[in-house]
């Protein structure tokens, strides 16, 4: 069983940037991602890093924002910049299963991130 927890969100100003840094309890061997969900919407996936550094993200993030991992520190991170009040959700670090990245095998338990002026 793997725990994840996440740290770094917070209240923004738009155009302002926070970075979002998620603490695994053991190794990762698969990919890793962030997802988000604001208040009234279905969860959506945000970004997704592969064990070999491959990175994907959401459209309306490309840009602006970037995903990395430490593979050394168990430790995977949200780099936000250009921040939206759009980008206002609860943000979910998550393990993505192995033979499946569509499905998640561990979640963390969210951090908030508020874009408002």
């Known amino acids: 069983q793997v725990q994840l927890v996440e740290s770094g969100g917070g209240l923004v100003h738009p155009g302002g940037s926070l970075r979002l840094s998620c603490a695994a309890s053991g190794s990762i061997f698969s990919n890793m991602a962030w997802y988000r969900q604001a208040p009234g919407k279905e969860r959506e996936l945000v970004a997704t890093?592969?064990?070999?550094?491959?990175?994907s993200y959401l459209d309306s993030v490309k840009g602006r924002f970037t995903i990395s991992r430490d593979n050394a520190k168990n430790a995977v991170y949200l780099q936000m910049n250009s921040l939206k009040p759009e980008d206002t959700a609860v943000y979910y670090c998550a393990v993505q299963n192995y033979w499946n990245p569509r499905a998640v095998d561990y979640w963390g338990k969210g951090t908030l991130v508020t874009v408002s002026s």
């Open positions: 890093i592969t064990t070999g550094g491959t990175l």
